[in-house]
């Protein structure tokens, strides 16, 4: 059975709700899934799973987009870690009030590529809360993590 861990960081409870849509996802492919809030998340525990998900929100207090300062240190110390063979995905929420929208999905995404893990999908990033259209995006962007995570173990 294969593994996975999504870690998510969020503030209004938006992207509390991906990561949910996301595990429940993972989870009718026959996953087993482990959520953890970022600041009890430890970024060595990506080294233990299959697939990498890392849900977030982007901060902005001056129309410029940064990510959440629980999310930090994870996100530094994801820089040293090996990843390689693992499949990773990043979704999260936005404001497209804000000129940077949802940039700390790409952030993350960024680093875990760096680290060495595969793109599964897509980067998924929702308007505030997840509408009909964003479950939809959302179940799609499991089924292809599934599918490069299945590919991968086949290999």
């Known amino acids: 059975m294969a593994t996975a861990r999504i870690v998510y960081a969020s503030m209004t409870g938006n992207t509390e709700e991906i990561a949910e849509i996301i595990e429940?996802?993972?989870?009718?492919?026959?996953?087993?899934?482990?959520?953890?809030?970022v600041s009890?998340?430890?970024?060595?525990?990506f080294a233990d799973v299959d697939i990498c998900?890392?849900?977030?929100?982007?901060?902005?207090?001056?129309?410029?987009?940064?990510?959440?300062?629980?999310?930090?240190?994870?996100?530094?110390?994801?820089?040293?870690?090996d990843?390689?063979?693992?499949?990773?995905?990043?979704?999260?929420?936005?404001?497209?009030?804000?000129?940077?929208?949802?940039?700390?999905v790409d952030?993350?995404?960024?680093?875990?590529a760096a680290d060495g893990a595969v793109k599964g999908a897509?980067?998924?990033?929702?308007?505030?809360?997840?509408?009909?259209e964003d479950i939809d995006r959302l179940e799609e962007f499991v089924n292809q993590i599934v599918a490069k995570q299945q590919e991968i173990a086949a290999q």
């Open 24 to 37: 429940e996802e993972l989870e009718k492919h026959n996953v087993s899934v482990t959520t953890t809030e």
């Open 40 to 45: 009890q998340a430890i970024a060595d525990d």
């Open 53 to 81: 998900i890392v849900a977030t929100y982007t901060f902005s207090d001056s129309g410029s987009g940064m990510l959440p300062d629980e999310a930090v240190d994870f996100y530094e110390e994801l820089k040293d870690v």
């Open 83 to 104: 990843l390689h063979g693992k499949v990773f995905g990043c979704a999260g929420s936005g404001d497209h009030f804000y000129t940077d929208f949802a940039t700390s």
């Open 107 to 112: 952030d993350f995404a960024e680093v875990l």
């Open 122 to 132: 897509d980067s998924v990033k929702v308007d505030l809360a997840p509408e009909a």
